[in-house]
């Protein structure tokens, strides 16, 4: 049988139309079930990963040196509502940024997604969402070990919609910073620009030190304004100890969704220029 | 029911082109072919020659600059989702879910495809069968071998039971016994009615397997027909290949000039040069036998050292010489 001699018909092609909404959300799921599972694997290794760092934070920051005298007793209340934040944001940008480098970079798993019967976004949502998924997981433990650690940790009944809001805010801001770094960085660079993009990340987010009290050293007050996990911590200390000076929550609000749209967009191109040649 | 005198379309492309961004030249030149449903189709040519560029097209995975793709009717441009349902994919390089078992790889596969539980579990057991994989089914992919990893990605793609199977270079860098056992697959999911599109650097796989062959450089289509087909075309005896050592340069385009013009030879080519000698192939109007002696005179008459004489039937590597000038490489 060739087609040299044959007449040669092109079949009508049924299913223009594109795969039905139901199997879009089946296959969604699926790839969610995937990084469920393979999270699930190895969950001890994941919370060691996430926690190890803000654990020795709190401490050697709010149990030792307040211990020893050199930081006031208050310092704790308003170190951990920061540590919160910063579990968020880091959880969530590591969540997506490195599974990304390795899966465009090298071991091409994630080619197996995109030949799903699903649009490009939603195999990048489908990060997203795992990614502060994990994020607020991450955040959620971090209650019971505050408590273990401090002994009580600051907590307001009034202030829970404003925490659970800035947590999936935040969660989802840093998951989409991720995305970008991950989609834009070569993989060869990875390493100078995790180094160069963390560290200062970790340092002007309003982690160790309320954004207000800044006010004396105006260009560093300036600079931690320009970092969304600022906006993180700050809506945190809104809601869990609002004695503390603080950015009012509305505004912790407005900036975390402006930042959402800018890295949500950034992410999204970054995915499509790496998804598609 | 296919009628046998209408053959299906099942891949079209159309004037395809793809130049990629800061790219001199066009990966793919305007290409143009068409693979009938059920047919095990070839690509064939040297390494960047625009082979896994067009698959990429084809697969929605790549852009193209201009041109129509097609899968089943269905534009890969205009519908990549659906596209994406009917095309079942083996890339060149691993991309096996390194996090998962051989068994998680197929069956999540198949449920991202919308395959209900019962149906991939039955056919992810016939598969690992099929592909000798089953007492692997619970190892995850890590340190498996070559030709483990190609059987794992070709039965993967299997799983939501493709209309169209795409294998880029399928068995490259394959040992021997890995690479036939691909080859029998391949030929059982012909059996079985599946249309396949392979790219190959080798001839021989080309050859052994494809129904229809289109070779390709430099992003063009140079030729399209049955392997068989081809060849004849070419030439219709045997192929004598001499290797030489002439007498200089002169002395071997005098040696061209009297090989190409003895009786019984149809075309006269240096195909290869190695320090002092080269092998020169002679396409042959009929055998090759009554013919090397008259060779042998001419090479020692015209000062040259016959070093070495090889019969053999032309082959795809022959047309390939034949419409660039240069061995298959």
């Known amino acids: 049988m060739t087609a040299t001699t044959a007449e040669v018909r092109t079949e009508p092609a049924a299913e223009v139309r594109g795969p039905s909404w139901t199997l879009m959300a089946r296959s969604f799921g699926s790839v969610l079930r995937r990084d469920v599972v393979v999270t699930g694997k190895d969950l001890v290794a994941f919370l060691a990963q996430v926690l190890l760092q803000p654990v020795f934070f709190l401490f050697v920051f709010g149990k030792l040196l307040t211990g020893l005298g050199y930081t006031s007793h208050n310092y704790a209340s308003l170190l951990f509502p920061g540590l919160v934040a910063l579990t968020v944001a880091v959880t969530a940008i590591q969540a997506t940024a490195f599974p990304l480098v390795a899966e465009f970079g090298w071991t091409k798993e994630i080619e197996d997604r995109l030949l799903a019967p699903l649009p490009l976004w939603a195999v990048a949502a489908e990060k997203l969402l795992f990614a502060s998924l994990r994020a607020i997981v991450a955040a959620a433990v971090m209650f019971p070990i505050g408590i273990g650690v401090l002994g009580a940790v600051p907590y307001r009944a009034a202030g829970m919609g404003l925490l659970v809001t800035v947590a999936l805010l935040g969660s989802f801001v840093g998951a989409c910073i991720g995305m970008t770094v991950g989609t834009f960085v070569p993989p060869t660079k990875i390493n100078i620009a995790f180094a160069l993009i963390f560290t200062p990340l970790l340092f002007t987010g309003a982690t160790q030190y309320p954004w207000p009290s800044l006010a004396g050293l105006r260009w560093f007050q300036v600079v931690t304004a320009a970092n969304p996990i600022t906006y993180v911590s700050e809506g945190m200390r809104a809601a869990l100890v609002p004695g503390i000076p603080h950015i009012p929550g509305w505004i912790c609000i407005l900036a975390l969704l402006v930042s959402l749209v800018v890295f949500g967009t950034l992410g999204m191109v970054g995915f499509r220029r790496r998804a598609i040649d | ?329």
């Open chain 2, 1 to 329: 029911m296919v009628n046998s005198a209408v053959n299906i379309t099942a891949v079209e492309v159309r004037q395809l082109v793809k130049r990629y961004p800061k790219a001199q030249t066009d990966a793919v030149d305007r290409l143009s072919f068409a693979v009938v449903r059920g047919e095990i189709f070839g690509l064939l040519g040297p390494n960047g020659a625009g082979k896994s560029t067009t698959i990429g097209v084809l697969t929605t995975r790549v852009r193209p600059t201009a041109g129509h793709a097609l899968i089943a009717g269905v534009d890969v441009v205009a519908a990549p989702q659906t596209v994406r349902s009917l095309l079942g994919v083996v890339p060149q390089r691993n991309n096996l879910d390194r996090s998962l078992s051989v068994r998680q790889n197929l069956l999540f596969h198949a449920a991202y495809h919308g395959v209900p539980k019962a149906v991939r579990i039955r056919r992810a057991d016939a598969l690992l069968e099929q592909f000798a994989l089953t007492d692997r089914a619970n190892d995850k992919p890590e340190y498996f071998s070559g030709g483990q990893n190609q059987r794992m990605m070709i039965a993967r793609a299997l799983m939501h039971d493709p209309t169209v199977l795409f294998l880029d270079e399928p068995t490259t860098g394959l040992d021997p016994a890995a690479r036939l056992f691909v080859w029998d697959r391949i030929r059982e999911l012909r059996e079985a009615g599946v249309t396949i599109v392979l790219t190959t650097h080798d001839m021989d796989e080309a050859a052994a397997l494809a129904d229809r062959v289109g070779i390709v450089d430099s992003g063009r289509l140079l030729a399209l027909d049955s392997p068989m087909s081809l060849v004849r075309g070419l030439t219709a005896g045997a192929t004598l290949e001499v290797a030489v050592e002439p007498a200089g340069e002169t002395g071997m385009a005098r040696l061209l000039d009297r090989l190409g013009a003895l009786a019984g030879v149809q075309r006269c080519v240096q195909v290869d040069s190695a320090g002092a000698v080269r092998t020169i192939r002679l396409h042959l109007t009929g055998d090759a036998g009554p013919l090397v002696a008259r060779v042998a005179a001419a090479i020692v008459e015209l000062g040259g050292r016959l070093i070495g004489v090889e019969i053999r039937e032309s082959s795809l590597e022959d047309v390939f010489i034949e419409l660039t000038g240069r061995r298959l490489r």
